[in-house]
Protein backbone atom coordinates (compact mmCIF):
# COMPACT_ATOMS: atom_id res chain seq x y z
CA UNK A 1 0.00 0.00 0.00
CA UNK A 2 1.74 3.24 -1.65
CA UNK A 3 -1.15 5.33 0.28
CA UNK A 4 1.23 7.66 1.70
CA UNK A 5 2.26 8.94 -1.30
CA UNK A 6 1.42 12.44 -1.74
CA UNK A 7 -0.13 14.38 -4.15
CA UNK A 8 -3.04 12.02 -5.48
CA UNK A 9 -5.16 14.05 -8.01
CA UNK A 10 -7.82 11.82 -8.54
CA UNK A 11 -9.60 9.45 -6.44
CA UNK A 12 -9.32 6.67 -8.55
CA UNK A 13 -5.42 7.37 -8.50
CA UNK A 14 -5.91 6.91 -4.43
CA UNK A 15 -8.11 3.73 -4.58
CA UNK A 16 -5.25 2.72 -7.07
CA UNK A 17 -2.69 2.35 -4.74
CA UNK A 18 -4.29 -0.39 -2.11
CA UNK A 19 -4.64 -4.08 -3.08
CA UNK A 20 -7.60 -5.52 -4.75
CA UNK A 21 -9.55 -6.32 -1.79
CA UNK A 22 -9.54 -3.03 -0.39
CA UNK A 23 -9.96 -1.26 -4.06
CA UNK A 24 -13.08 -3.13 -4.36
CA UNK A 25 -14.03 -1.99 -0.34
CA UNK A 26 -13.52 1.70 -1.97
CA UNK A 27 -15.27 1.50 -5.03
CA UNK A 28 -18.19 0.15 -3.29
CA UNK A 29 -18.39 2.91 -0.91
CA UNK A 30 -17.47 5.45 -3.61
CA UNK A 31 -20.26 3.95 -5.58
CA UNK A 32 -22.92 4.40 -2.71
CA UNK A 33 -22.18 8.06 -1.79
CA UNK A 34 -22.58 8.49 -5.96
CA UNK A 35 -25.94 7.29 -5.80
CA UNK A 36 -27.00 8.84 -2.84
CA UNK A 37 -25.74 12.23 -3.70
CA UNK A 38 -25.52 12.54 -7.61
CA UNK A 39 -25.01 15.93 -7.53
CA UNK A 40 -22.26 15.48 -5.26
CA UNK A 41 -18.63 16.47 -6.77
CA UNK A 42 -15.11 14.21 -6.06
CA UNK A 43 -12.02 15.92 -5.39
CA UNK A 44 -9.59 14.81 -3.19
CA UNK A 45 -9.04 16.80 0.05
CA UNK A 46 -6.76 16.44 2.87
CA UNK A 47 -5.98 13.55 0.50
CA UNK A 48 -8.67 11.35 1.29
CA UNK A 49 -11.23 10.61 -1.58
CA UNK A 50 -14.11 13.51 -0.90
CA UNK A 51 -17.52 14.04 -2.33
CA UNK A 52 -18.21 17.81 -2.23
CA UNK A 53 -21.77 19.66 -2.60
CA UNK A 54 -21.63 23.64 -1.20
CA UNK A 55 -18.53 22.15 0.75
CA UNK A 56 -17.22 18.84 1.87
CA UNK A 57 -19.99 15.88 2.33
CA UNK A 58 -18.01 12.93 3.25
CA UNK A 59 -14.57 11.78 3.24
CA UNK A 60 -13.40 8.63 3.33
CA UNK A 61 -9.67 6.49 3.51
CA UNK A 62 -8.43 2.95 3.96
CA UNK A 63 -6.18 2.15 6.39
CA UNK A 64 -4.58 -1.02 7.53
CA UNK A 65 -7.85 -2.60 9.36
CA UNK A 66 -10.33 -0.51 8.40
CA UNK A 67 -11.99 1.97 6.17
CA UNK A 68 -12.53 5.48 7.79
CA UNK A 69 -15.57 7.46 7.14
CA UNK A 70 -15.84 11.40 7.93
CA UNK A 71 -18.80 12.93 7.74
CA UNK A 72 -18.06 15.56 9.54
CA UNK A 73 -19.29 15.38 13.97
CA UNK A 74 -22.68 16.55 13.01
CA UNK A 75 -22.95 13.67 10.24
CA UNK A 76 -22.10 11.40 13.37
CA UNK A 77 -24.41 12.60 15.85
CA UNK A 78 -27.34 12.33 13.50
CA UNK A 79 -26.73 8.31 13.20
CA UNK A 80 -24.83 7.63 16.31
CA UNK A 81 -27.46 4.73 17.63
CA UNK A 82 -26.83 2.79 14.33
CA UNK A 83 -22.66 3.89 14.45
CA UNK A 84 -22.53 2.65 17.89
CA UNK A 85 -21.60 -0.57 16.98
CA UNK A 86 -18.57 0.93 15.41
CA UNK A 87 -15.32 2.38 16.59
CA UNK A 88 -14.99 6.01 15.77
CA UNK A 89 -13.85 9.64 16.92
CA UNK A 90 -15.22 12.69 17.07
CA UNK A 91 -15.13 13.29 13.07
CA UNK A 92 -14.89 10.02 11.86
CA UNK A 93 -15.77 6.00 12.46
CA UNK A 94 -14.01 2.94 11.19
CA UNK A 95 -15.77 0.11 9.19
CA UNK A 96 -13.62 -2.94 9.67
CA UNK A 97 -12.04 -4.63 6.27
CA UNK A 98 -13.51 -7.78 7.51
CA UNK A 99 -16.81 -7.29 7.86
CA UNK A 100 -19.58 -6.07 5.28
CA UNK A 101 -20.06 -2.35 4.88
CA UNK A 102 -23.11 -0.44 6.21
CA UNK A 103 -23.68 0.33 2.17
CA UNK A 104 -27.53 1.97 3.10
CA UNK A 105 -26.08 3.33 6.05
CA UNK A 106 -23.27 5.18 4.33
CA UNK A 107 -25.48 6.02 1.77
CA UNK A 108 -27.99 8.16 4.36
CA UNK A 109 -25.18 9.79 5.80
CA UNK A 110 -24.21 10.79 2.67
CA UNK A 111 -27.64 12.39 1.77
CA UNK A 112 -28.14 13.82 5.18
CA UNK A 113 -25.04 15.65 4.78
CA UNK A 114 -25.82 16.81 1.39
CA UNK A 115 -28.89 18.11 2.35
CA UNK A 116 -27.38 19.70 5.27
CA UNK A 117 -25.00 21.31 2.92
CA UNK A 118 -27.83 22.42 0.46
CA UNK A 119 -30.13 23.98 3.25
CA UNK A 120 -27.05 25.82 4.55
CA UNK A 121 -26.03 27.38 1.19
CA UNK A 122 -29.41 28.20 0.38
CA UNK A 123 -29.92 30.13 3.91
CA UNK A 124 -26.96 31.59 3.51
CA UNK A 125 -27.86 33.29 0.07
CA UNK A 126 -31.15 34.27 1.71
CA UNK A 127 -29.55 36.24 4.63
CA UNK A 128 -27.32 37.96 1.55
CA UNK A 129 -30.07 38.78 -0.73
CA UNK A 130 -31.85 40.29 2.45
CA UNK A 131 -28.86 42.26 3.57
Not at 34 to 39: D, Q, R, S, Y
Not at 94 to 118: E, T, V
Request: proline share 6%.
Amino acid sequence: MDSNKAGFTSIDEYIATFPEDVQKLLQQIRETIHAATPEATEKISYQMPTFYLKGNVVHFAAFKNHIGFYPAPHGLEAFKDELSVYNGSKGGVQFPLDKPLPLKLIAKIAKYRADGNLKKAEEKAKKKKNS
